[in-house]
T-cell receptor, first 113, second 117 residues
Framework: KAGVTQTPRYLIKTRGQQVTLSCSPI?????VSWYQQTPGQGLQFLFE???????NKGNFPGRFSGRQFSNSRSEMNVSTLELGDSALYLC????????????FGEGSRLTVL | AQSVTQLDSQVPVFEEAPVELRCNYS??????LFWYVQYPNQGLQLLLK??????LVKGINGFEAEFNKSQTSFHLRKPSVHISDTAEYFC???????????????FGKGTKLSVIP
């Protein structure tokens, strides 16, 4: 069974630009969550989607948005990039079964210059 | 809001020695508890989880953790570590009664385990 796939793995942007990250969950998983990982703040929850609906959102500004498609694939978008947005963005998928048993992708490492 | 405290940011240990990575959480209500491991340049992998039942939980790669409700702790242990255990370990908590119907995890800051040959 294929794991969670995130693209691109690495990208460099400049301040003010926007970026879109993609996540393909494990087949059959309907929940997709996004986390931001930085050395200073650690792992922080961004949002979670289930069946194309955002069920929960973390404490991030409106520049961070996401969506989920009917095939459960998800994208997240960050507009007007700031230096502080440099981070590893991790996507995780799960079934509706065990709460919190998330399967993570390898992440998309964003560098903002 | 829940919080998770991992008391040690870095833990060096010699190969084949035992190790304990400490984790405390803030919630006084029932929670689900997890340990994840992250190897360099990779995502997180679930080591073990506590949902209910026996307080001693066994996971992959010889790790185990003990849930202590009175001390709100969920420490991770391994009796004999290997070089391949060098990684960063994250403790996480999820509130099954949050009402949001969403599986949000709150993570600790992580503990970097370095196994010395």
């Amino acid at each position: 069974k294929a794991g969670v796939t995130q693209t691109p793995r690495y990208l460099i942007k400049t301040r003010g630009q926007q970026v879109t990250l993609s996540c393909s969950p494990i087949s059959g998983h309907r929940s997709v969550s996004w986390y931001q990982q930085t050395p200073g703040q650690g792992l922080q929850f961004l949002f979670e989607y289930f069946s194309e609906t955002q069920r929960n959102k973390g404490n991030f500004p409106g520049r961070f948005s996401g969506r989920q498609f009917s095939n459960s694939r998800s994208e997240m978008n960050v507009s007007t990039l700031e230096l502080g947005d440099s981070a590893l963005y991790l996507c995780a998928s799960s079934t509706t079964g065990f709460a919190g048993e998330l399967f993570f992708g390898e992440g998309s490492r964003l560098t903002v210059l | 809001a829940q919080s998770v405290t991992q008391l040690d940011s870095q833990v060096p240990v010699f190969e084949e020695a035992p190790v304990e990575l400490r984790c405390n959480y803030s919630s006084s209500v029932s929670v689900y508890l997890f340990w994840y491991v992250q190897y360099p340049n990779q995502g997180l992998q679930l080591l073990l989880k506590y949902l209910s039942g026996s307080t001693l939980v066994k996971g992959i790669n010889g790790f185990e953790a003990e849930f202590n409700k009175s001390q709100t702790s969920f420490h991770l242990r391994k009796p004999s570590v290997h070089i391949s255990d060098t990684a960063e370990y994250f403790c996480a908590v999820s509130d099954p009664y949050s009402g949001a119907g969403s599986y949000q995890l709150t993570f600790g800051k992580g503990t970097k385990l370095s196994v010395i040959p």
